[in-house]
């Protein structure tokens, strides 16, 4: 009869430790409950806005690319006129012209 008591109690302490891990559990599932959707919340938004911020960037490339292509056409519209002079210079080229030059350039 001892040995049952015994057994019991020992039953009763185990049965006691597991519900308060099932309880631990219980909390951390209801604070992941309330989390989640906040952060998925968040998620969304954060995506929106790189969204957002990927259509401006590839509005800023689409004009550095036009800005780039009237660049080019008219460096070769100057160089096919003649007005500008091209001078080495350490490791690049520099353009030398006077403002007389530039301007008919710009009027082209």
Do not use: Y
């Not at 430790?17 to 309880?23: A, E, G, P, Q, T």
């Not at 009237?70 to 030398?96: D, G, I």
């Amino acid at each position: 009869m001892e040995q049952t008591r015994e057994d019991i109690s020992k039953s009763n302490s185990e049965a006691a430790d597991w519900r308060s891990k099932v309880l631990l559990a219980q909390k951390e599932i209801n604070v992941c409950e309330i989390n989640v959707p906040r952060i998925n919340g968040e998620l969304e938004a954060a995506m929106a806005e790189c969204k957002n911020r990927w259509a401006f960037v590839n509005r800023d490339i689409k004009a550095v690319m036009e800005d780039l292509e009237v660049m080019v056409s008219s460096s070769e519209s100057a160089r096919m006129h003649s007005s500008l002079q091209l001078v080495p210079a350490a490791k690049s080229l520099q353009v030398q012209t006077n403002a007389k030059d530039l301007a008919s350039c710009v009027s082209l």
